[in-house]
Nanobody, 125 residues
Framework: QVQLVESGGGLVQAGDSLRLSCAASGRTLSNYAMAWFRQVPGKEREFVAAISWGGGRTIYADSVKGRFTISRDNAENTVYLQMNSLKPEDTAVYYC??????????????????WGKGTLVTVSS
């Protein structure tokens, strides 16, 4: 099965940018649709962005549309989340997740069988 490791989180100010990375090992990333989710303590994990196997289809949560961009480099076995114009409400632990189902771009946490351990993003006002 695939193992996922997120990186790139940190403390930034409102308006700054960050790029998160999700590196896969164990299996080739090109066999998975990928997604980013985030979670604040005491709240449910929420969908942020998703990308299809080949990268031709992307989906975004309304709260990040126009500010975040999900992309993938299958040759590097890595998925990225470019986050621009960050807001304090973007503060959360960000997780990447993988879905092996062909032709599906899932946006629900319950549909994602593989997860990384997360990376913390803190946006100060």
């Amino acid at each position: 099965q695939v193992q996922l490791v997120e990186s790139g989180g940190g403390l930034v100010q409102a308006g700054d940018s960050l790029r998160l990375s999700c590196a896969a090992s164990g299996r080739t990333l090109s066999n998975y649709a990928m997604a980013w989710f985030r979670q604040v303590p005491g709240k449910e994990r929420e969908f942020v962005a998703a990308i299809s196997w080949g990268g031709g289809r992307t989906i975004y949560a309304d709260s990040v549309k126009g500010r975040f961009t999900i992309s993938r480099d299958n040759a590097e076995n890595t998925v990225y989340l470019q986050m621009n114009s960050l807001k304090p409400e973007d503060t959360a632990v960000y997780y990447c997740a993988a879905d092996p189902r062909w032709g599906v771009v899932a946006t629900m946490p319950r549909d994602m069988p593989y997860w990384g351990k997360g990376t913390l993003v803190t946006v100060s006002s």
